[in-house]
C-alpha cells in the first residue's frame, strides 16, 4: 500500500504538543478559498506546463506523465506557482515502512506524529496500517482533519488515534460551501462526536477579514460546545500562499486587530482556553 506524500517535516512544535514529526497527504475534497497550501488540493493531471520551467531538471516527461527527482530538487516551488491545477509534482508515494524506517531515526527526539494534508482522511486505510506501526513506536498520534468523512463509524481509525485537530470553518452552511465548495454538516456532527468521545484535541476557526457576521456566529457556535473540554485556536487569516482567486475574493490583506479582539472575547466567555495565532 502506497501513499501520495507532499512532505514530511520532521520537527514542528505548531502541530500539537511537543515536538511532532508532520506527515502531509496529498489531495483534499474541500477547495478552501483561503487554503494556505492549495497545491495540496489535486493530483498533477500531467500537463507538463511546469516540466520546462523547472530550474533544477528534476522534473521531466516518461511515458507522458511529468516524474519528479528529489535528488535534484532546489525546492524553489516554481512547479507550484506556474501550476493551474492547484496540485504539485513533487509527490512521493510511500510505504507505511518508508515512513516508520524514518520515524526510527527521528524518535528520540519527538514526541508523536501528527498526519495532515491536503486531507489525511482520503487514506484512511493507510493511516490504519501506519498508525498500528507508530503504536509500536510508543509515539502520540494527532490527526489534522477539516472533517469530511464521518469519524463516528471509523472505529478502527478512531481507536488508534490519540486525538484530532478539526478545522471548523464556518456554521452557516451558505458561507461554508462558499468558502469549501462543500457542506458544513459533517464537520459540525464530527465536533459534536469528537467532543463525546474525548477525542478533540483542538478545534480551529481562521478569523475572515469582511466577513465579522460569520466569525462571530462560528466562534460563537464553537466555543459553547468546547467549554472546558478541549483548545480553540483562532487564526488570523492572511493572504501569503492564497490562491490569487481567494486573495481577491477577500480583499484585505488580514483581518484587523479589532475585529480579533472582539472574537476572542467572545470565545472566552466560554473556552477559557481559547488565543489567536
Not at 63 to 83: A, E, F, G, Q, R
Amino acid at each position: 500500500m502506497l501513499a501520495p506524500i507532499n512532505k514530511i517535516i520532521n520537527f514542528s512544535n505548531v502541530d500539537g504538543p511537543g515536538n511532532r514529526c508532520v506527515i502531509f497527504f496529498q489531495s483534499c475534497p474541500f477547495k478552501c478559498l483561503y487554503c494556505h497550501n492549495p497545491e495540496t488540493i489535486n493530483y498533477c493531471n500531467h500537463c507538463q506546463k511546469c516540466v520546462d520551467k523547472c530550474m533544477s531538471s528534476a522534473l521531466s516527461v516518461v511515458d507522458n506523465k511529468v516524474v519528479y527527482d528529489s535528488n535534484k530538487c532546489i525546492n524553489c516551488d516554481t512547479c507550484i506557482s506556474v501550476c493551474d491545477n492547484f496540485a504539485s509534482p513533487k509527490i512521493n508515494y510511500m510505504s507505511v515502512n518508508d515512513i516508520i524506517v524514518k520515524l526510527i531515526k527521528l524518535k528520540p527526539f519527538i514526541k508523536g506524529i501528527t498526519v495532515s494534508g491536503g486531507e489525511c482522511t482520503n487514506h484512511k486505510q493507510f493511516l490504519i496500517e501506519l498508525f498500528k506501526e507508530v503504536k509500536k513506536l510508543d509515539l502520540h498520534i494527532l490527526m489534522d482533519s477539516n472533517g469530511n468523512i464521518d469519524l463516528s463509524i471509523e472505529e478502527e481509525l478512531m481507536d488508534l488515534v490519540d486525538g484530532v485537530m478539526l478545522d471548523v470553518k464556518s456554521v452557516d452552511d451558505k458561507f461554508h460551501y462558499i468558502l469549501t465548495s462543500k457542506s458544513c454538516d459533517m464537520v459540525l456532527n464530527n465536533l459534536d462526536y469528537l467532543l463525546s468521545v474525548d477525542k478533540l484535541y483542538e478545534a480551529r476557526t481562521v478569523l475572515l477579514p469582511n466577513f465579522m457576521v460569520e466569525n462571530l456566529k462560528t466562534v460563537n457556535y464553537v466555543s459553547k460546545k468546547l467549554l472546558l473540554k478541549s483548545q480553540y485556536k483562532l487564526i488570523k487569516y492572511r493572504k501569503y500562499g492564497v490562491s490569487e482567486k481567494g486573495v481577491d475574493f477577500f480583499k484585505d490583506d488580514t483581518i484587523n486587530d479589532e475585529d480579533v479582539k472582539e472574537c476572542l472575547e467572545i470565545a472566552l466567555k466560554y473556552c477559557n482556553n481559547s488565543f489567536i495565532v
